[in-house]
């Protein structure tokens, strides 16, 4: 017999919808491990973190969060943020403080066109469009770094100082993974982003760490590309895209517009990963928590079981998180879609049918 493998995963469903998306791809990872013959489980621990517990807690995790979170194998996370608790404290206080506690620096973000999707992109009716944003997700303009002073000047005279930091550390090993990632695909292309010709220190420094990298990898095609310019390449050429490589504000910006040409946000799933598995890693779809449709049902879970095949590709499943990704092909592709993306279809349907695509 084969020895079965248990996982043991940490869900946060947090805010809103999280809820929601986390309990579905619960559902469609579990159908997965009872198909499976015994190979391999999951043992959930689920945690009430979120604006709620920032409400009666005053915090949005306990203090030792991340000790608890420490020796599960992954974490599978719904998404963050309430009306009730300013976006800056929801967001520094539980998922930016899992990505930078457990040093997850490569946020990976597929840019994936479903069939069955229709996307405002002309050119993704009848051109194969596929590509990954593979996102800096520990320093940068997110470092953190920074402050606010000089309130006693009254009114119109404080100033705020928000520092990116750049390493060639950090850039390094990201742009690394990045051609690392572009060897496996079909197309073996990186394109670098920037801003080096306003930001002439760190993302210089990006720039020459990225070339020096590439020289490491002669099999990859380069390029280097203007964060604006790449805005409209997205938009105009997106045919020429493999693997585009950012810093973590200009990844964040460009991927939730990937998403958007793709069909919807509630399609994106990423992963934030601590490539060296010092720490578990984190996967979540990127749509938010999405407060006006909240408990109503028809959120889209697409992201978040998205979110879950990348989960079983981090944990070693490959072959399970391919037959999930064509359940979600073939779940799409027969037109159970969710009202983002001009469906009826409830959040309990589109569950029900990858379930029954596996």
Not at 55 to 69: I, K, N, Q, S
């Amino acid at each position: 017999m084969t020895r079965q493998r248990r996982f043991r995963i940490a869900a946060i469903p947090a805010d809103g919808v999280g809820a929601e998306v986390v309990a579905a791809g619960r559902l469609v990872l579990d159908a997965l491990a009872a198909a499976s013959g015994g190979t391999f489980s999951f043992e959930w621990t689920e945690f009430d973190w979120g604006s709620d517990h920032y409400a009666e807690h005053g915090v949005m995790m306990p203090g030792d969060g991340l000790e608890t979170l420490r020796d599960f194998d992954a974490i599978y996370f719904g998404a963050v943020g309430w009306p009730s608790v300013p976006d800056h404290v929801s967001l520094w206080g539980l998922r930016l403080k899992i990505c930078q506690g457990f040093d997850q620096w490569a946020n990976v973000r597929p840019v994936h066109f479903l069939p069955g999707v229709v996307s405002p992109l002309r050119k993704a009716d009848d051109t194969e469009l596929d590509w990954v944003v593979v996102r800096e997700n520990s320093e940068g303009e997110y470092a953190g770094l920074g402050g606010r002073n000089l309130s006693a000047r009254g009114a119109g005279g404080e100033v705020a100082v928000q520092s990116a930091l750049f390493t060639e550390v950090g850039c390094e090993r990201i742009i690394r993974f990045a051609f690392d990632l572009a060897r496996t695909r079909a197309h073996k292309k990186v394109s670098s982003v920037t801003k080096s010709n306003a930001q002439q220190y760190g993302m210089v420094l990006w720039d020459d760490t990225f070339r020096r990298v590439a020289g490491d990898y002669p099999d990859v095609e380069t390029e280097s590309v203007l964060v604006d310019a790449m805005s409209a390449k997205f938009v105009l050429r997106p045919e020429e895209l493999s693997v585009v490589v950012a810093s973590n504000l200009n990844a964040d910006i460009l991927s939730d517009l990937g998403s958007a040409l793709a069909g919807s946000l509630g399609l994106a799933a990423s992963a934030n990963l601590n490539p060296e598995r010092r720490f578990p890693s984190m996967f979540e779809p990127v749509h938010g928590s999405a407060p006006d449709i909240a408990g109503q049902g028809v959120c889209n879970p697409i992201g978040a079981i998205g979110s879950a095949a990348l989960m079983l590709d981090h944990l070693g499943l490959h072959q399970e998180a391919a037959r999930l990704n064509k359940a979600i092909e073939a779940t799409t592709g027969a037109g159970v879609l969710t009202p983002d993306v001009g469906g009826t279809a409830t959040t309990a349907d589109v569950t029900r049918a990858v379930i029954g695509h596996l």
